[in-house]
């Protein structure tokens, strides 16, 4: 039988149990993957001798300590091309690193390791995780699990799309703006975007540095904690790091909602959404108010102004960041007879279009004269934000909304960047003020999946998991699973 679609959880326990080894589990996502990615496109490479290692490894932990081993241990994962591993290809889905192959691994993917996890492979993604589709990767477009022809969201796209498909049960991407909750949305799926600096950032490459969070994507919320806790931590050579202590996300679990109170952001639910969207999220809503939580409606008044806050900074931090690639250090090499001609030529061709929209949109709002009226004035913008979302933590102990204001649309329907921009629109602030945040499947519109978003206090990580699974407990959503996973 095929362990296609199961949970962590349960590839856990029959591990423990002596039914299934490591290598079966590998075997089984290997074949998923080769059934598959020919139509989904979601990986761009794949790790195997790491992964056969690996699965060895997991062996030999299981077999010393086959109870004490842990959670992740002989558990097949995925990795979002910008995540680093030492001597395998990272794209960052770019043309410009075609070819590289980093001599360091990045932190949260080396505590994957020593967990015994078992890497499968590369998952597709925009370009410097620089879109909301997928479809600015420079090596193809990804397709949705529930309907190949259109988009999985993203940036982490072919991330959310391994686990919608049921390549593997547990996969990690990165969020700057929405780019976990909103492909775990639209493909149908969990995905947790930890409080800033809850993961490490050492050996992620970087789209805009100040938003970034590395976080995973799951079946269930219980294999999203724990996937979150496995990477969790302080690392020192992370200068944004958070030194606290991490709560541990699997404790609230069980304690449910009773007592609670959740706000529901009015500007969240205003115009803009679909009716289905608003349909499905209303009801969530309404099941957790059956649970025994207190809803009330408050306001964050400045969200209209979290889109173009964020178009104003992470272009400028982006445009900094990329400036390295080059065609010098690293990379794409386009040779010319000056430095200058090399330098532009090799950027030319190694960048797609919205990287260079960015890059040019970043470089003026940095440039002098207009320093002080965009970006400087975007981050008194993202205070303002920050503080709303403060006043607001006062008074009620955890916010739910949808994720994304539609579900999953067909390739290439968007042309306009900013129509393709406002998809983000719900999840931007939570970047913007650092807060944890995540998308679980409430139903369906038009067969498609609708997320529901939870969003918590800085560092009470613990608490969005403990909203997401008292509500995933009173409902079904979670076990549904994609036509292909086992066509």
């Known amino acids: 039988m095929s362990s296609a679609g199961l949970t962590a959880a349960a590839m856990a326990a029959a591990l423990r149990r002596g039914e299934v080894t490591p290598q079966e589990l590998l075997a089984d996502a290997r074949a998923q993957v080769s059934r598959l990615d020919s139509s989904l496109n979601a990986f761009l490479a794949l790790t195997d001798d790491l992964a056969d290692r690996q699965a060895e490894r997991a062996t030999e932990m299981l077999r010393d300590d086959r109870l004490g081993a842990g959670p992740l241990c002989g558990i097949p994962v995925a990795l979002k091309d910008v995540l680093c591993v030492e001597g395998y290809p990272t794209t960052a889905g770019s043309r410009i690193l075609e070819n590289f192959r980093p001599p360091y691994t990045a932190t949260a993917v080396q505590r994957l390791i020593d967990a015994g996890a078992v890497p499968v492979g590369k998952t597709n993604c925009d370009e410097f995780a620089m879109g909301s589709s997928t479809e600015n990767s420079a090596y193809g477009t990804v397709g949705n699990p529930w309907d190949v022809e259109r988009v999985p969201g993203g940036s982490s796209g072919g991330s959310a799309a391994a686990v919608g498909a049921g390549m593997v049960p547990i996969s990690y991407g990165t969020d700057t703006g929405g780019s976990i909750r909103q492909p775990a949305s639209l493909c149908g799926v969990v995905g947790f ?51 606290d202590a991490v709560e541990d996300p699997l404790s609230a679990l069980r304690d449910g909602v009773r007592g609670m109170r959740l706000g529901v952001p009015r500007e969240y639910m205003g115009d803009g959404l679909e009716a289905g969207v608003r349909e499905r999220v209303t009801e969530a809503i309404r099941v957790l108010e059956e649970l025994g939580a207190t809803v009330e409606e408050v306001s964050l008044p400045s969200t209209e102004l979290g889109l173009s806050t964020y178009y104003i900074i992470a272009p400028a ?80 102990d955890a916010l739910v909304c949808p994720t994304s204001p539609k579900v999953a649309f067909t390739t290439g329907a968007i042309q306009d960047p900013v129509e393709m921009y406002l998809n983000d629109a719900l999840t931007i602030p939570v970047n913007l003020a650092g807060l944890p945040g995540i998308s679980l499947p409430c139903g369906f519109s038009d067969e498609l999946p609708v997320g529901l978003q939870v969003i918590a206090p800085r560092l009470q990580d613990a608490r969005v998991f403990r909203v997401a699974a008292a509500y995933e407990a009173a409902t079904e959503w979670h076990r549904h699973r994609a036509p292909l996973v086992a066509a």
């Open 193 to 243: 975007k930890p409080t800033y600096g809850r993961v490490s950032r050492y050996g992620l490459i970087a789209f805009a540095s100040s938003l970034d969070q590395v976080g995973p994507f799951a079946h269930s919320v219980e294999d999203a904690a724990v996937a979150y806790a496995v990477v969790a931590g302080n690392d020192p050579r992370d200068s944004t790091s958070v030194i």
């Open 317 to 396: 931090e982006c445009s900094s960041n990329l400036a390295r690639y080059d065609g010098v250090r690293f990379g794409m090499r386009v040779e010319r007879p000056s430095l200058t001609e090399t330098y532009l030529r090799t950027r030319d061709q190694g960048f797609g279009n919205e990287v260079k929209r960015r890059v040019m949109l970043g470089t003026y709002a940095l440039s002098s004269g207009y320093y002080d009226a965009y970006y400087r004035r975007a981050q008194k913008v993202r205070t303002v934000i920050a503080r709303e979302f403060d006043a607001v933590f006062e008074t009620v």
